[in-house]
């Protein structure tokens, strides 16, 4: 069956649907060019229809092919009702199939909140516990440079040379690359609380706490400030021990000239010492 004889095909059934079938008659802007055997087409009356597409088979092809039954005459083209036919039930169908779906519901948005991004060292020098904010972008941790300064400050609130600054403790946070663990604020604050208590616990010599930057004395302290409201100022953890906040090493090893203010908020921790 030639290409024409396909489409008259098609387009009878299309019709016996009711559906309306058009065709370009030239080359439409942004489409495919219009093959040749669309401008010679034309649709003829019904009672032509069968011997159009006889005239349409060559005589080699009808050797071969087997003749195909012809659908049965449609009376006076009447129209097929497709909804009647989608309505009728079908034979064997279980009843669940038959019955019409709810409409779906929208997927509830994720309650996953994305985590807060921070990174803390705990360090020890004698009865002094140095909690501070490190970048937590930066894969480096607790760098050389930040032990040097922070022997120097804490040789400044009067500790004897001789004490050794212990190793960093880090706490990064989120602790897991994982967007399905609840790792949000409440999280993060827990986390924070337990490892300063087991700190405290472990070391009983702790007498005195240095919070630096403002990761540290947020989620140390719970205070939502900026660190240039808290700096300088003085708290208690609720065990009684005196807390000053001030500026990361990182800040300071970045901006030298604001180390004069490191050395104002301490004053109060080196009152504490003298006073002991």
Sequence with gaps: MTRAAQEQHRHSWLEALGVDSWLPRGDLP???????????????????????????????????AEPEPSPAPVAA???IDTRALLDQPVAGAPASVLTEEPPARPAPASTVVEPPRFKLAFVLRQDLLIIDSLPPHQPQ???????????????????????ELSDAMMLPW??????????????????????????????????K???MGEAAAHWVLGETAPLDAL?????????????VVTL????????PERKAETWRDIQPLRETVLHD
């Design 231 to 243: 700096q300088g100022r003085s708290f208690r953890l609720p065990s009684g021990l005196p807390v």
């Design 77 to 79: 083209r009447a129209r």
């Design 248 to 255: 990361s090493l990182s800040e300071l090893l970045r901006l």
């Design 141 to 163: 941790g607790f760098t050389r440079h930040h032990q040097t300064l922070l022997m120097g400050i804490t040789s400044a609130l009067g500790t004897p040379m001789s004490a």
């Design 209 to 211: 706490v240095l919070l």
């Design 174 to 207: 989120p602790m897991l690359a994982s967007r399905t663990l609840e790792q949000g604020a409440e999280e993060a604050r827990r986390a924070v609380q337990h490892k300063l208590k087991r700190t405290l616990e472990a070391h009983g010599r702790i007498r």
């Design 30 to 64: 942004g489409a495919a060019a219009v093959a040749p055997w669309v401008e010679t087409f034309r649709y003829p009356d019904d009672a032509e229809t069968d011997a159009w597409l006889e005239d349409g088979v060559g005589d080699s092809e009808a050797e071969v």
